[in-house]
């Protein structure tokens, strides 16, 4: 299976800043990435899909970037929505596997 | 427009067999490129993909888990039913169903889900 590592496990930053969450996988994935928020007591929602591709309706402070084993997510200009919890989560292998989430908390 | 509702008991005993049913509607489950999968996520953990059924009644099961599981689907209800025999605490989770379809270059991504169910095992 293909193991997926986010880091940090979790965040602390102030509404406007530019935060960056990283993802690593066990073997290359090219670019068979996806992004998903989720807000506590809600399901993940679709962000970001092969690894750069905004999902409709997605605010533009949010990009994806990454090839191989190797990915970023990065939330420019925070908004208070934005706290929450986010996973990568590879489509490469069927048997899909996700990161183990990186919280991002109000400082 | 797209929904899926999961359903079954919130509570069921260590040992017991555990059986989901996720109703969708706006979608068919037999269009092709069509997909739904199982995901579930213990109380302050993470997501953990289960199983999967596939619009031309392919099956995928997680690798640590297909021994538990079986997956099924009835088009004319709109229902693909997951169950998970020999229950244990450790199974305590939200259950979510979702929809999956291939976007860019057969990139699979999961962009409908339901509301989840949260199943307790306990005796």
């Known amino acids: 299976d293909f193991q997926m590592t986010q880091s940090p496990s979790s965040l602390s930053a102030s509404v406007g800043d530019r935060v960056t969450i990283t993802c690593r996988t066990s073997q290359s994935i090219s670019t068979y990435l996806n992004w998903y928020q989720q807000t506590p007591g809600k399901a993940p929602k679709l962000l970001i899909y092969a690894t750069s591709n905004l999902q409709s309706g997605v605010p533009s402070r949010f990009s994806g970037s990454g090839s191989g084993t190797e990915f970023t997510l990065t939330i420019s200009g925070l908004q208070p929505e934005d706290f929450a919890t986010y996973y990568c989560?590879?489509?490469?292998?069927?048997?899909?596997?996700f990161g183990q989430g990186t919280r991002l908390e109000i400082k | 427009q797209v929904t899926l509702r999961e359903s079954g008991p919130a509570l069921v005993k260590p040992t017991q067999t555990l059986t989901l049913t996720c109703t969708v509607s706006?979608?068919?489950?037999?269009?092709?490129?069509?997909?739904v999968s199982w995901i579930r996520q213990p109380p302050g953990k993470a997501l953990e993909w289960l199983a999967r059924?596939?619009?031309?009644?392919?099956?995928f099961f997680s690798t640590s888990l297909k021994t538990r599981l079986t997956i099924s689907k009835d088009t004319s209800k709109n229902q693909v039913v997951l169950t998970m025999t020999n229950m244990d605490p450790v199974d305590t989770a939200t259950y979510y169903c979702?929809?999956?379809?291939?976007?860019?270059?057969?990139?699979?991504?999961?962009?409908?889900w339901g509301q989840g169910i949260l199943v307790t095992v306990s005796s």
């Open positions: 706006g979608f068919s489950l037999d269009t092709s490129g069509i997909y």
């Open positions: 059924y596939d619009w031309d009644d392919d099956k």
């Open positions: 989560q590879q489509s490469y292998s069927t048997l899909i596997t």
């Open positions: 979702a929809r999956m379809r291939a976007v860019v270059a057969g990139n699979i991504v999961l962009d409908y």
